[in-house]
């Protein structure tokens, strides 16, 4: 087979520094965890059930179609193979090859886990048994036309009528109407909604309850209920995001969640529980993100930097052949920095994962110390990794030049579909907002002389940064890098909270209006204790790892590169203070080039490590192989447009045009 | 009517400190101007025969059928309303609902251009008649699959046969398929093909041929020919954009376009007219492209600020109701760099195009001096401005949050439309490359005392460039920013320049490997090169604009916040060499952020005046009268997958998985 590869791409594999399937253990948490992997992938990618059109070429009514066929069939299929649920969630997800299948994701996420952490233990016996055995569908409904991240808005109700013992949900104006969850427009049979409860005349805030929606005999709406698709969207087409209205809708009061508050038969509240240690549930979501955007950036740049050896244009040489695109130090520049950060990102999650479980056991034992924390970190990198992992996208499609634009590229997709991550869970000014919030606070309290959780302990050393006075540095040593990292951000931290105070005590601003007239900085500062975050975490990965020397070396250079560039990218952030100065910058540009060439000759072995199979990457210009134009020209005859020799609209529109053009001559 | 604009807008319109009619006359070069393009807009919107479906619900065939019925109906009704030149284009344009209908673009464009400007006189008289007539419709047949740019390596041949005095075109590989021409897939009937031209053994390099595709009689394609669609793709789907095979096709002698360089009977080459005479048109095209950006980022940024407006979420103060999500700090920041852009770039479209006029009434008469400069220039502004909108749109798009993702914003289509023109006629770095090669080459000449063109005289400047010594400057001034971004480039086009030198001269590198090596630094001094002139230009206008004080003063407004913007984020740039200090930082960032609370009060007025019509703007959030919520959900409603009550593949694949799971129960 090897002869079928395109040459260029046998030569940058001839030539790794490093063993491929070494690193890609690295990733996957060593060769079981690759083994795992592949076995789940060859269960989902070589079942010819799943052997299927092309999605590009669909209408979005056949996409939807096409993949609630197959949702429904990984459903059934993933119990026939007796995996275990987390192998059955993998399963499903590459049967939807990844991403899509959105009519079930909901289903399978948030609807069975609210279930889970919010019914009592009779609800979860009932309800729990019922989605997990498919027997019903369900979505998650929370976001309304109107509201979106900021959740006392939310304007549905649900009030309690004792007299009935039910609850009766309304939505009482146009902009309650529920707006977006998955699956709801066409699939779904119940949803866990969520509501202002009203009760004894009195809001008690938003509280979950299950709804039933369509009927489970014929699947038309119950009395009161208005469903529908809320239309075309940018990606994630094949899903039917869905709207409801609710008008009066009565549901018993077991429908109410009852597991950390309770309305009594008489109407009564109670707390039962600390509504914190659901919290986990919406941390989780957001490593979770954090993880789906390191592998969609991940696949970006395996895609663009297998398609950049492959294509050859222009010339560097008077006179030589054209070279390979990832020859030109731009084309470098603009791949291997989101290559370094893919890498850093792994990493970054990895650290993450660890992090959640250590807090999330404690939580299990009723124990929220660490929530904080580990609440603010999650929101400010979902929102660093989630916004970077779109623009490096974006940019690997651009680097691809006209051929990123067709859907062959699989680029538009991976980009169209990051795009909702982004905005969904927590958009990301919000999200830095609540992060910055955090930080805010900790300065003050470090301030105040209190002892800080361990990562934004860096807090404390604001006042004792060293400026280095104009002597130049080893500016890509790993302690120099996460120091410069590290100074930025408690610098920034100092700005943005010596700014609001400022606002308030010398130019008498209402706590509101100074924190307000700060947001810029707040946000900037988010964004530099993020990043410093990525830049520690990939620094201790590549010193602690357990890898080979080769590796180690590779991993080193993608490091200072992520590192580097960041530097030359915020470089006034950098300047501004005096901590580095004009020399260093240049040193930091000059390092950053010579990384890029240093990172040249393996970044094809790079990407190969990722180990994503062609099925997953659906690119023709990411194809392992390399024939990248063959099968782009077969590809494009496929197009449904190419059905006939002669388009039957030229009988209709274009013969008659231009044959009365002609007699007029 | 008044009541039913949204009482938000209403309040944000009554309080403009500027006549917004009159600000609209200023871009739309007087009144007259304004008159003449509302008068083709309502020919082309008032038209009941264009009151047609949203193409968001269309599949892809049935939007290009949609637009091909459209455009032939426009070229009809243009000849019968009688319009000039330049009110045709601009009615046929609208009517396509301004850029879709590529179909038929190239023909009214690239097509009849290459024809006029290539043609000689029996050719034009022949062709031309043929092309204006509507009697062939034809394409621009130049990018191959393996070659965009560089079109020294197309691969398409034509070759003499002095025996038949035929051309013998063909695509000697699979790379050399034309790929990407609009209209090519189905719809036209000849084209204009770029070739390699072979006579007397002898590569004469490209040249153009004028070639039928399809029969006249049935639109088969002709012998020898292969022709097709080349798929979906990210956006502009109703387009054709297609791919063209040629197996020894021949074509007679008089089919070369001859104006500039002829083949005679007997297969001798001969030059004629210095081909530079053309390079007009594609200068012309980047201005065009400059001017389409900038449209489309000022239609993004008037979806953005008018939704902002209506929008109102969280809260600022505690207990008080949402604020607009305009007043959030972050949304402004978000979108008023943006606005401040979109009438930045609109003056610099005016400049170029007079710079153009100048430039090609030289070029009518032979004179090909201030060609080279105008080329450079334009390059550049290509490249900056169609990314910088591209970039622009898509922050818009997610400011709007998750409303932003649906096609019922508008955003989606401007995005995927925008990033056509960053790729497609020169790509960014290639196009940053053809600037930076043209400011290296000026600096030499200054460094050897040479005088330099007006764009470029202030490299002359280089080294004198005053350093300030710590004192702070009144950051906001015309002159300081001005002289500040003068300085930025200049100091960055002498570091690029001096860097490839040294690179020769002391590492001992091929001037080949010592441009490639120093790429980098090449397309920062030209995207410098290209800011400072977008700079330049917007403060000349303001200052000299015959406009009454209250336009002067938001015209300034928007000027200083554009350039302390870039300041801010190119802080590194201005910070490096000492040129701006670090407070000089702090009052960039202090003052841009008091600028943005000025723009606040006009924002709505100032899009406004951009005066698109809400036909054009297509967007639900966008709408004038700001009912964006009735409207978002009349529009979801529509949707093609709520045609029933219960969607078709329930019955198939829901119904039967369902109840077989509850069996199981």
């Not at 030569?11 to 083994?35: C, I, M, Q, W």
């Amino acid at each position: 087979m090897a002869q079928l590869v395109n040459p260029d791409l046998v030569r940058e594999r001839s030539r790794a520094s490093f063993d491929v399937e070494k690193l890609t253990n690295v990733l996957y948490g060593g060769p079981d965890g690759v083994k795992r992997k592949r076995r789940i992938e060859s269960l989902a990618l070589m079942d010819p059930d799943y052997a299927h059109e092309d999605l590009n070429y669909l209408s979005r009514e056949e996409q939807y179609v096409t993949m609630l066929k197959k949702s429904l069939m990984a459903a059934k299929k993933a119990k026939e193979l007796g995996l275990i649920v987390k192998d059955m969630d993998d399963y499903m997800t590459r049967c939807g090859l990844d991403y899509r299948a959105i009519a079930m994701n909901l289903h399978c996420t948030m609807f069975t886990i609210t279930l889970q952490q919010q019914g009592d233990e009779r609800q979860r016996a009932k309800w729990l048994k019922l989605a997990e055995n498919f027997s019903i569908l369900g979505s998650y409904l929370q976001t309304e036309m109107g509201h979106g991240t900021f959740l006392r808005g939310l304007e549905t109700t649900a009030t309690y009528d004792p007299s009935s013992q039910e609850f009766v949900v309304h939505s009482p104006t146009l902009t309650a109407t529920k707006w977006w969850p998955g699956g709801l427009g066409l699939t779904v049979t119940h949803g866990v909604v969520m509501a202002q409860l009203y009760t004894q005349g009195q809001c008690m805030g938003p509280h979950m309850f299950i709804m039933q929606l369509r009927s489970l005999e014929n699947h038309k709406p119950l009395p009161g209920i208005t469903v529908g698709d809320i239309g075309p969207k940018y990606g994630a087409n094949d899903g039917d995001n869905g709207f409801v209205r609710f008008d009066q809708v009565r549901i018993p009061r077991d429908n109410m969640l009852m597991r950390f508050a309770q309305v009594a038969e008489d109407g009564t509240y109670s707390m039962v529980l600390d509504p914190r240690l659901t919290y986990g549930t919406m941390v989780n979501m957001r490593v979770q993100l954090t993880e789906r955007s390191n592998t969609s950036l991940a696949r970006a740049v395996t895609i663009a930097i297998r398609y950049s050896c492959v294509r050859r244009q222009s010339e560097l040489t008077p006179g030589e052949p054209e070279p390979q695109i990832l020859d030109y130090q731009t084309q470098q520049y603009k791949l291997f920095p989101h290559l370094a950060a893919a890498y850093g990102f792994w990493f970054t999650v990895q650290n993450l994962e660890a992090h959640y479980e250590r807090v999330n056991s404690k939580l299990q034992e009723g124990d929220t110390s660490g929530l904080q924390e580990l609440h603010a970190l999650t929101a400010g990198l979902k929102a660093y990794t989630t916004l970077e992992a779109h623009q490096g996208i974006e940019e690997c499609r651009l680097a691809c030049g006209g051929h990123g634009y067709s859907h062959a590229s699989g680029l538009v997709y991976l980009l169209t579909s990051q795009a909702v991550t982004v905005t969904g869970e927590g958009e990301t000014t919000v999200m830095l907002l609540q992060l910055a919030r955090y930080l805010v606070k900790c300065y003050a309290k470090s301030q105040a002389g209190a002892k800080l959780p361990s990562t934004v302990s860096y807090l404390q050393m604001v006042q004792s940064a060293a400026v280095s006075g104009g002597t130049i540095r080893d500016i890509s040593s790993f302690d120099i890098l996460t120091e410069a990292y590290q100074h930025r951000a408690a610098r920034l931290v100092k700005v943005a909270a010596e700014g609001v105070r400022f606002k308030v005590t010398s130019e008498g601003q209402s706590e509101a209006e100074a924190w307000n007239n700060s947001l810029v900085s707040l946000v900037k500062c988010a964004e530099a204790h993020s990043q410093f975050f990525v830049v520690k975490t990939f620094v201790e990965a590549v010193r602690t790892l357990d890898v080979d020397d080769s590796i180690r070396a590779v991993l080193t250079t993608l490091c200072q590169l992520y590192a580097l560039h960041g530097i030359c990218e915020h470089a006034g952030d950098f300047l501004q203070d005096g901590y580095l100065t004009g020399p260093d910058l240049q040193s930091a540009r000059s390092e950053m080039c010579s990384l890029l060439s240093k990172v040249r000759s393996d970044a094809v072995p790079l990407v190969d490590a990722f180990d994503f199979p062609d099925q997953i990457l659906q690119s023709v210009l990411g194809r392992y192989d390399g024939r990248v134009y063959e099968h782009l020209y077969e590809w494009a005859k496929k197009s449904p447009l190419n059905k006939s020799e002669v388009h039957e609209s030229y009988y209709k529109y274009l013969q008659p045009f231009l044959q009365k053009n002609r007699a007029k001559l």
